[in-house]
Nanobody
């Protein structure tokens, strides 16, 4: 079992920045893929970013590439999402996700069904 707790959401003006944090507990963090997704009411959960097990490789959705940065600290069991140059269309509930994917498999996982554990979500609202 993995427990995930997000923090850092809030209200920000367009062009501003926010940093989301997710703290994991319950199993070996360094063996778990970590990702961020987001969701708006009435729409499917959308992939944002994923970090490989070590954090040396990352992948982003095209809509956030160049503005968001995912980073993880395996010593602290945390994964962060730094969000810069925020736009109103970034408004959503952001979820931290953990996937029990073996290292023999690919780390690039960008669909919700590939992740076993989810945080409770944190609201990000970007005003225009």
């Amino acid at each position: 079992q993995v427990q995930l707790v997000e923090s850092g959401g809030g209200l920000v003006q367009a062009g501003g920045s926010l940093r989301l944090s997710c703290t994991a507990s319950g199993r070996t963090f360094s063996s778990t893929l970590m990702a961020w997704f987001r969701q708006v009411p009435g729409k499917e959960r959308q992939f944002v970013a994923v970090s490989s097990w070590s954090g040396s490789s990352t992948y982003y959705a095209d809509s956030v590439k160049g503005r968001f940065t995912i980073s993880r600290d395996n010593a602290k069991n945390t994964v962060d999402l730094q969000m810069n140059s925020l736009k109103p269309e970034d408004t959503a509930v952001y979820y931290c996700a953990a996937g029990s994917v073996p290292r023999s498999s690919t780390w690039l996982r960008n669909t919700p069904r590939e992740y076993n554990y989810w945080g409770q979500g944190t609201q990000v609202t970007v005003s225009s």
